[in-house]
C-alpha cells in the first residue's frame, strides 16, 4: 500500500512507524502537519491509500479524513478523549492505560476503533510515576508498533469495519495547563514528583526556587529525611535550621541536579529546570544547577558532585544517580542514564572514568548500557546556552571521544555494548568500537550528523566502515534515514537483536555476555580483538582518524560552514523543519 505519515514531528515514534512499514513493503511517504489547507493539498499529491497519524497534534482537515481512511494513534485507552492523555494518567497515578487506533473524524479521538492495546503503567505508589517521555518511549511506543502492523493488515481488508464507541462511553480530558500541574513544595514529595514527570519534557512545571521563576523536570525521589549532617559538615554556613527545614529550600547539588526541601521531611531532586525569562521569551532547559548558578553560589548551596566515585555510584547509593556501576556474578555492569540522551561535557567525562573503573576490575566481561534513550551524542542545549558555544562543543566532542576510544581500546575483558533506547548521531558511533554490540528489538537508530550541520567525529571514519563497509558506511552518512534493529544486524551495526519486551531484553543480554565471558570464547575473542586493532594502527593509527575527524569538526563549529549554529538554534528552541520522504 501507499500509506502516508501524518506527523507533527518525525520524532522517534514516527521514525519507528515509517521504518516498520516499509520494512513490510509498504510505500511510505512522510509529511510534517501544517495549516489545515496546506495539510489537505500534501495528501492529496501523494494520494495514499491510507494515512498514518502514529505522532499529531494538529486537527485532521474534513477534506482529508472524508476522503482518505485516516487512522489517529492515540496514547489513551478505548474511550479517552484529549490531547493531554498521558499527563492526567501519570498525574493520576493511574493503574493502568492504554494505546488506541482510531479513525479520524470531526470531533478529536472520537472515531471508530481499529484496534487497542492495554498496559500496566510502571513505577507507581511512592516512585511518583513514570515520566510522560519514559511511557511514550517505552511502552507507548511498542504497543503502537503492534497496532499500526494491525491497522496496515486490515487497512488491506474489504471486509473490515472499525467499531464505533458510543459517545456517552467516552472520557473527556481537557488540554493539561499549568493551573492544573501547580503543586506546593509542602506536598508529599511522591505527588510532586509524579506532577512533574506527568509534563517531562514538555511543558514542564513552573515553580519557584532561590527566588527564580523556572520550568521544571526530570524529577526524582530524594532521601526521605536529610538532616544537615547527612549533607554537609558546612551546611549551618548556608542557612539556619528554620530555613533548612522550610519546604522548597534548596539543600544539596550533584551533578546538575538540586536537592529540594518537601512535605513530611521529604525531598525531591530537580534534574533539570528553564529560566522563564521575564521578556516572555524563549528559555533553554538545562541542567538546574545552570539554571541557579548565581543563587547557589551565593547561598553557598553544598555541592556534592565528583568526578567518578565508585561508592556513591553503587546500586541504591542513593543520590541523583545519573552512573551506576555493579557488578552481577562475573559480570560488571556499568549503565548510564542521561536526560534525553544527551551527553554533556562533564558527563562525558564522569562516563570515561567510570569506564576506565569498570575496565580495570577482575570481572569476566563488562557490559555498557545506556536509559530510556541510549544517547544522542554531545548536548546541543548545553552548547546553546554556553558563553562561547563553538569552544564548549569542541570540549564536548573531545570528551566523548575519550569515552569512544576507552571502547575501542578496551583489552582487559570483553565489552558488550547494549543499545536498549533510541539513539541518534554520535550516540550510534559511541558504541561500535566494542567488541560485541546488541539492540533491543524495536531501537531506531540514526547514524548521521549532516542534518545538524557537523561532519561527526566519535572515531566513526575507523569504526563505522570497519562494521559495515566503506560504501554502506557513505550511504548511511549520507542519505540521514533511520533504520531499525534488524536492518542494524543485516548492515554489521549491530551484532543481535534482544527482545521487545525490556525485562525479557534484560535476561537475554545477560545470557549473552556470559557465553562471551566463558572461555574458550573469551580469550578467542579478546586475541582476535587485539589482533586486529594493533594491525589496523599499523596501517593508521587511530590519534590520525580522530585529529582529521576534528579538523573537519573544527570547520564546522568554529567556522559554522555547514549551518551548525543555526540548526543547533533551531533543535533546542523546538524550531519546525521540513522532513522528506522516508521509505
Same mark, same amino acid.
Given at each position: 500500500?501507499?500509506?502516508?505519515?501524518?506527523?507533527?514531528?518525525?520524532?522517534?515514534?514516527?521514525?519507528?512507524?515509517?521504518?516498520?512499514?516499509?520494512?513490510?513493503?509498504?510505500?511510505?511517504?512522510?509529511?510534517?502537519?501544517?495549516?489545515?489547507?496546506?495539510?489537505?493539498?500534501?495528501?492529496?499529491?501523494?494520494?495514499?491509500?491510507?494515512?498514518?497519524?502514529?505522532?499529531?497534534?494538529?486537527?485532521?482537515?474534513?477534506?482529508?479524513?472524508?476522503?482518505?481512511?485516516?487512522?489517529?494513534?492515540?496514547?489513551?485507552?478505548?474511550?479517552?478523549?484529549?490531547?493531554?492523555?498521558?499527563?492526567?494518567?501519570?498525574?493520576?497515578?493511574?493503574?493502568?492505560?492504554?494505546?488506541?487506533?482510531?479513525?479520524?473524524?470531526?470531533?478529536?479521538?472520537?472515531?471508530?476503533?481499529?484496534?487497542?492495546?492495554?498496559?500496566?503503567?510502571?513505577?507507581?505508589?511512592?516512585?511518583?510515576?513514570?515520566?510522560?517521555?519514559?511511557?511514550?518511549?517505552?511502552?507507548?511506543?511498542?504497543?503502537?508498533?503492534?497496532?499500526?502492523?494491525?491497522?496496515?493488515?486490515?487497512?488491506?481488508?474489504?471486509?473490515?469495519?472499525?467499531?464505533?464507541?458510543?459517545?456517552?462511553?467516552?472520557?473527556?480530558?481537557?488540554?493539561?495547563?499549568?493551573?492544573?500541574?501547580?503543586?506546593?513544595?509542602?506536598?508529599?514529595?511522591?505527588?510532586?514528583?509524579?506532577?512533574?514527570?506527568?509534563?517531562?519534557?514538555?511543558?514542564?512545571?513552573?515553580?519557584?526556587?532561590?527566588?527564580?521563576?523556572?520550568?521544571?523536570?526530570?524529577?526524582?525521589?530524594?532521601?526521605?529525611?536529610?538532616?544537615?549532617?547527612?549533607?554537609?559538615?558546612?551546611?549551618?554556613?548556608?542557612?539556619?535550621?528554620?530555613?533548612?527545614?522550610?519546604?522548597?529550600?534548596?539543600?544539596?547539588?550533584?551533578?546538575?541536579?538540586?536537592?529540594?526541601?518537601?512535605?513530611?521531611?521529604?525531598?525531591?531532586?530537580?534534574?533539570?529546570?528553564?529560566?522563564?525569562?521575564?521578556?516572555?521569551?524563549?528559555?533553554?532547559?538545562?541542567?538546574?544547577?545552570?539554571?541557579?548558578?548565581?543563587?547557589?553560589?551565593?547561598?553557598?548551596?553544598?555541592?556534592?558532585?565528583?568526578?567518578?566515585?565508585?561508592?556513591?555510584?553503587?546500586?541504591?547509593?542513593?543520590?541523583?544517580?545519573?552512573?551506576?556501576?555493579?557488578?552481577?556474578?562475573?559480570?560488571?555492569?556499568?549503565?548510564?542514564?542521561?536526560?534525553?540522551?544527551?551527553?554533556?561535557?562533564?558527563?562525558?567525562?564522569?562516563?570515561?572514568?567510570?569506564?576506565?573503573?569498570?575496565?580495570?576490575?577482575?570481572?569476566?566481561?563488562?557490559?555498557?548500557?545506556?536509559?530510556?534513550?541510549?544517547?544522542?551524542?554531545?548536548?546541543?542545549?548545553?552548547?546553546?546556552?554556553?558563553?562561547?558555544?563553538?569552544?564548549?562543543?569542541?570540549?564536548?566532542?573531545?570528551?566523548?571521544?575519550?569515552?569512544?576510544?576507552?571502547?575501542?581500546?578496551?583489552?582487559?575483558?570483553?565489552?558488550?555494548?547494549?543499545?536498549?533506547?533510541?539513539?541518534?548521531?554520535?550516540?550510534?558511533?559511541?558504541?561500535?568500537?566494542?567488541?560485541?554490540?546488541?539492540?533491543?528489538?524495536?531501537?531506531?537508530?540514526?547514524?548521521?550528523?549532516?542534518?545538524?550541520?557537523?561532519?561527526?567525529?566519535?572515531?566513526?571514519?575507523?569504526?563505522?566502515?570497519?562494521?559495515?563497509?566503506?560504501?554502506?558506511?557513505?550511504?548511511?552518512?549520507?542519505?540521514?534515514? @533511520?533504520?531499525? %534493529?534488524?536492518? /542494524?544486524?543485516? +548492515?554489521?551495526?549491530?551484532?543481535?537483536?534482544?527482545? !521487545? $519486551? &525490556?525485562?525479557? #531484553?534484560?535476561?537475554?543480554?545477560?545470557?549473552?555476555?556470559?557465553?562471551?565471558?566463558?572461555?574458550?570464547?573469551?580469550?578467542?575473542?579478546?586475541?582476535?580483538?587485539?589482533?586486529?586493532?594493533?594491525?589496523?594502527?599499523?596501517?593508521? @593509527?587511530?590519534? %590520525?582518524?580522530? /585529529?582529521?575527524? +576534528?579538523?573537519?569538526?573544527?570547520?564546522?563549529?568554529? !567556522? $559554522? &560552514?555547514?549551518? #551548525?549554529?543555526?540548526?543547533?538554534?533551531?533543535?533546542?528552541?523546538?524550531?519546525?523543519?521540513?522532513?522528506?520522504?522516508?521509505?
Amino acid at each position: 500500500m501507499r500509506i502516508l505519515l501524518l506527523c507533527s514531528s518525525f520524532n522517534g515514534l514516527s521514525q519507528r512507524a515509517a521504518v516498520l512499514l516499509a520494512s513490510h513493503g509498504h510505500k511510505v511517504e512522510v509529511e510534517l502537519a501544517g495549516p489545515p489547507g496546506a495539510m489537505a493539498d500534501a495528501v492529496r499529491a501523494v494520494d495514499p491509500d491510507l494515512v498514518l497519524c502514529p505522532f499529531l497534534t494538529h486537527r485532521v482537515p474534513a477534506e482529508v479524513w472524508s476522503r482518505y481512511r485516516t487512522v489517529i494513534i492515540h496514547p489513551g485507552p478505548v474511550g479517552d478523549r484529549g490531547p493531554s492523555s498521558l499527563d492526567w494518567a501519570i498525574a493520576g497515578d493511574a493503574p493502568a492505560w492504554g494505546v488506541t487506533a482510531l479513525q479520524a473524524v470531526e470531533d478529536f479521538d472520537a472515531g471508530p476503533v481499529w484496534a487497542t492495546r492495554e498496559f500496566a503503567l510502571p513505577g507507581g505508589g511512592g516512585l511518583g510515576g513514570p515520566r510522560k517521555s519514559e511511557l511514550y518511549n517505552g511502552p507507548v511506543a511498542d504497543l503502537a508498533m503492534e497496532l499500526i502492523e494491525e491497522v496496515a493488515v486490515k487497512a488491506a481488508d474489504p471486509e473490515f469495519a472499525p467499531v464505533p464507541v458510543p459517545p456517552e462511553s467516552g472520557v473527556v480530558r481537557p488540554l493539561m495547563r499549568q493551573a492544573d500541574r501547580v503543586f506546593d513544595w509542602a506536598a508529599d514529595p511522591a505527588a510532586i514528583v509524579r506532577r512533574i514527570r506527568a509534563a517531562d519534557g514538555a511543558p514542564g512545571v513552573r515553580t519557584r526556587l532561590c527566588g527564580v521563576e523556572l520550568m521544571a523536570y526530570d524529577a526524582h525521589p530524594g532521601p526521605a529525611s536529610p538532616e544537615p549532617r547527612l549533607l554537609d559538615a558546612e551546611y549551618a554556613e548556608f542557612a539556619d535550621y528554620a530555613d533548612y527545614a522550610r519546604p522548597g529550600t534548596v539543600l544539596a547539588r550533584k551533578h546538575g541536579a538540586v536537592l529540594v526541601r518537601a512535605g513530611g521531611g521529604g525531598s525531591v531532586w530537580i534534574g533539570r529546570a528553564k529560566a522563564v525569562p521575564d521578556d516572555g521569551g524563549r528559555g533553554i532547559k538545562l541542567p538546574a544547577t545552570d539554571v541557579l548558578a548565581d543563587q547557589l553560589a551565593r547561598l553557598a548551596v553544598p555541592d556534592h558532585s565528583s568526578l567518578f566515585d565508585p561508592v556513591a555510584s553503587a546500586p541504591g547509593a542513593g543520590g541523583f544517580q545519573e552512573i551506576v556501576y555493579r557488578r552481577q556474578g562475573s559480570l560488571g555492569r556499568l549503565t548510564f542514564d542521561f536526560y534525553n540522551g544527551a551527553m554533556s561535557t562533564s558527563q562525558c567525562r564522569r562516563l570515561f572514568l567510570a569506564l576506565r573503573h569498570a575496565v580495570e576490575q577482575d570481572t569476566a566481561a563488562l557490559v555498557l548500557e545506556g536509559g530510556t534513550v541510549f544517547s544522542n551524542g554531545i548536548d546541543l542545549n548545553t552548547i546553546e546556552a554556553a558563553a562561547n558555544p563553538a569552544l564548549e562543543a569542541w570540549e564536548n566532542i573531545n570528551a566523548i571521544n575519550d569515552i569512544c576510544r576507552e571502547i575501542i581500546t578496551c583489552a582487559a575483558q570483553p565489552l558488550i555494548v547494549a543499545v536498549s533506547g533510541n539513539a541518534g548521531a554520535g550516540g550510534v558511533m559511541l558504541g561500535l568500537g566494542a567488541h560485541h554490540v546488541v539492540v533491543r528489538s524495536g531501537v531506531v537508530l540514526n547514524p548521521h550528523y549532516a542534518t545538524m550541520g557537523l561532519y561527526g567525529s566519535e572515531y566513526w571514519t575507523y569504526t563505522l566502515p570497519r562494521r559495515t563497509g566503506r560504501a554502506t558506511a557513505e550511504r548511511l552518512t549520507r542519505e540521514c534515514q @533511520p533504520i531499525d %534493529a534488524v536492518e /542494524a544486524v543485516r +548492515l554489521g551495526l549491530a551484532d543481535a537483536v534482544g527482545p !521487545a $519486551d &525490556r525485562g525479557r #531484553f534484560e535476561s537475554w543480554l545477560l545470557d549473552q555476555a556470559r557465553r562471551l565471558a566463558a572461555e574458550p570464547a573469551r580469550s578467542q575473542l579478546l586475541d582476535a580483538a587485539s589482533a586486529r586493532l594493533e594491525a589496523d594502527e599499523r596501517r593508521k @593509527p587511530l590519534s %590520525a582518524y580522530r /585529529a582529521e575527524e +576534528l579538523a573537519q569538526m573544527s570547520q564546522d563549529m568554529f !567556522a $559554522d &560552514r555547514n549551518g #551548525f549554529a543555526d540548526a543547533r538554534a533551531a533543535f533546542v528552541y523546538k524550531m519546525a523543519k521540513r522532513t522528506p520522504a522516508t521509505a
